[in-house]
């Protein structure tokens, strides 16, 4: 998008994966902020996204649409927000295990990395999962833990709402079909509640 001459701004929270989005070409051209949605600057953009099922990670009604709101703040009065979620129904956790994940990487200066995923809970909308990364040169492995909540499309929207947008529409993404729901909502003109 800052190739194609937008102005963007990038946010994250995880400073490791900031080093990495600064590492890109183009990255220059790009305003990379440390934070949170709730820590944005006053902003009022045309087009919000949150990519890669970020919107999975809050795991409350409360923290979601709190940040549903924070992102409402920074869009200009008739700007877009487009986030994607994976459809429950199609039980991607099913697949989170050792044998469909697994995948070995030579990494120069590093040696091979080999990563896999396992499932560790799986409690209502909420699924639990465990990455490990071993390095085979080292002997060392390094494990992250994470919980996502597999919302439905009807709690989706009732959050959304919560935070004063307006449904535009629900889609498939074209990279994932059948795999994704892609909200499509609008900031409307109302005050920020
Ligand atoms: C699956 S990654 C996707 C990264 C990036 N959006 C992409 O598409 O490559 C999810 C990212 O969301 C970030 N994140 C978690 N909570 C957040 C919040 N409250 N505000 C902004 N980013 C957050 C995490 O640090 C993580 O880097």
Redesign the pocket.
Known sequence: MADRGLEVVG????GA?LAVARGKPGAERVRWIHG??ESLPVLSVELAVM????AQ?FLTDEDFVS?LRAIRRALAPHGLLVFEVRDPSRRAWLGWNREETFSSTSIDGVGDVEAWCDLLDVQGELVSFRWTHHFTGRGESATSDSTLRFRSRESVAACVGAAGFALQKVRGAPDRPGREMVFIVSAGTGRVP
């Open positions: 946010v994250d929270p995880a994966s949170t949605a990519t890669a099922n970020v990670v940040t």
